[in-house]
Nanobody, 126 residues
Framework: QVQLVESGGGLVQAGDSLRLSCAAS????????MGWFRQAPGKEREFVAT????????YYSDSVKGRFTISRDNAKNTVNLQMNSLKPEDTAVYYC???????????????????WGKGTLVTVSS
């Protein structure tokens, strides 16, 4: 069993940076591929970034590539999302997810992960 708790969301202005963190419970964290997904009001949940169990494989959606960086610390059971040059269209609830699959495969699904956090709201004003 893995529990995920996101933090770091908030209200920022366009162009600002924000760092999201996801703390995971359980001793098997390092066995899971981790990902960040987001859901804007009235829209479907979408993939943002994934990272393999060792941190060696990362995937990003085209909309965040070059601006967001995903990282993980298996010793601390955390996965982070550094978000730079934020845009109003980045406004969404951001969810952390864990799944026993590859980072590439996880990037191709928006649902049906093994575990989800409850999300943290990011609001970017123009």
């Amino acid at each position: 069993q893995v529990q995920l708790v996101e933090s770091g969301g908030g209200l920022v202005q366009a162009g600002d940076s924000l760092r999201l963190s996801c703390a995971a419970s359980g001793r098997t964290f390092s066995r899971y591929t981790m990902g960040w997904f987001r859901q804007a009001p009235g829209k479907e949940r979408e993939f943002v970034a994934t990272i393999g169990w060792s941190g060696g494989s990362t995937y990003y959606s085209d909309s965040v590539k070059g601006r967001f960086t995903i990282s993980r610390d298996n010793a601390k059971n955390t996965v982070n999302l550094q978000m730079n040059s934020l845009k109003p269209e980045d406004t969404a609830v951001y969810y952390c997810a864990a799944d026993r699959t590859t980072a590439q495969a996880m990037a191709q699904r928006n649902y049906n992960m093994d575990y989800w956090g409850k999300g943290t709201l990011v609001t970017v004003s123009s």
